[in-house]
Structures are given as C-alpha cells and as structure tokens.
C-alpha cells in the first residue's frame, strides 16, 4: 500500500522535461484520477535549475549513498541531499513509500524506466508499464543492494527513476515532454492499482527488460587524451544488439575500432553528454525476460 509518494525533476537542473511536468502539475493539478494518491511535487535542485546546469559542485544523484549521507561533506549537492534525506527518508528507515525521480538524456533511449531490484514488485510494476507503453524500455540496475546506490530515489522505501531522451541538456522537446508524462502517469496508474489490489503478476504478460553490464570507455592515449569518438552506426541505436565484429569507434585517423566482445550486447546510454568529461561511451546490457 502507497500512502506517500513522492515525484521529484530537477535533480539535474539542465533535465528538463521533469521540472517542466512538475511545474506543470503544481499549476494544473494532476489529473483528477490520481486523486486518491498522496502525491509530493518537487524540484530537487533550484540552484541547478536557476543556473540551468546538471549541478553546481556535485552531482546531486550520487549524494544519497549511507556513507555520503552520514558524512561531513560539506558541497552544496551534499548539504542538499541531507536535507531531502530528512524530510522525506531517512534512508533505509523511509517515512515515504515509493520516490519517482525524473530524469532526460542527450542518448536516443526512448521512455526508460530504471529499476534497481528484480523482485516481485518491480516486476509487476515493470510488466504493467510496459503493457500500458509498449514502446518503453526497462532497465535494471540490480549490480548492487538497493541502499548501496548513491540515487536520489533511493531514499523511499521503494524508488525508480524514469530516463527520456534523446534531448539536449537544457532543452524541452515537446515529443520527450509528452513520452515523460505518459511513463509517469503509467507509474501512478499503477500505484492506483496496486493500492486497489488490482494487480495480478499472473496476468501481467512477461516483458523485455535488460540488466546494465559495464560502461565502455572512450579510447586515450598515453596522455589520458581521446583518440576516437561514437562510430556512427552504433550512434543514436541505444538498446540495439551490437554484435562482436561490429564497429563501435571510429579514430580521428580514420579507422574502424570493432567490438571485440565475445557476445551480444545492448548498450545504451551512447554519446551521453553528462558522462562526456568521465570519457564514459556508452554502458553495456543483456537481454533478459521479466
């Protein structure tokens, strides 16, 4: 039973198609079926937004580690994440039962809900989106116990991040703006159901999912400089099969660097400007079966 949510944008400040829903449904109203639910509309982050960057000094969805959280830091992300902790965690000892964190990303990753425990629920929860949302994408990020991630949604007793892209950092785009809301309204429709003992994980169709592998790095040279960028047919073909022998970078010299891994993988997150300066290409995922 969900008797508090809380919907967050604005954890990155240049992300803006969840600010702009939740300015929208702080002026609006949310739409009157989602009535019954307690419902918490926030921006995490007014600094970043203000200055419409990710982050002023820290990234703010990597402060909410148990660690991060009970430490000393003194950056403004830290001393902000140890207030959210506060008014709607404590972390592992949660006053709210489910966070729904917004986000957008430069990649061609369509709807994407995140999720970071394969469990009953989160399977329910996968399988119902995306039957009310075929074309979304689930993405599981179960490498690590749920409290040992730094992400903001984790602070609730349950958390899930929704990721929409592709769109310019700092930028709205109508059809990304329209993708996020749907997925959100589906999370919510869930809920609804959820608290109305509607949902079935028998009736829910099994659905395709994939669980995150590694992240690839851009090749340097000796001098930690970047020496090929994003081959041009993996760019924009986020969660596609890339098959070993097919090409991943193409060097400033103009030859093909080839995938050298042994088997299929899906990779995503492709070109991310956020991970641009951490020389992070892409990340990699399996296929699996929820």
Known sequence: MFESIALFGGT???????????????????????NTLNVSLNIANEAALAANVRFVEEDLNRQFTLERLESSASSKEAVLA???????GP???????????????????????????????????????????????IL??????????????????????????GQPQGVLREDVYLLTQTMAEAILDFCMAYNNGQIDAETLPKCEAFRLGDNVSFPLNENGHRTAMIHHALQDNDFKPLLPGMPVFRTFEGKDILWEGKKETYPHFINEAAYFKLDVAFATSERIEL
């Open 82 to 88: 140890k207030s959210i902790n506060e008014t709607f």
């Open 140 to 165: 599981v990020e179960d490498e690590k116990p749920y409290l040992d991630h730094g992400y903001l949604c984790t602070i609730g007793k349950k958390g899930v991040m929704i990721e929409v892209g």
């Open 12 to 34: 990155h400040g240049n992300e803006t198609s969840g600010i702009q829903l939740i300015r929208n449904w702080q002026q609006y109203g949310m739409p009157a079926r989602f």
């Open 91 to 137: 972390k592992g000892h949660s006053q709210t039962d489910f966070v729904i964190d917004i986000h957008n990303t430069t990649s061609e990753m369509g709807a994407t809900l995140i999720i970071l425990e394969a469990d009953e629920f989160h399977t329910q929860l996968a399988r119902y989106v995306k039957q009310q949302m075929p074309e979304a994408n």
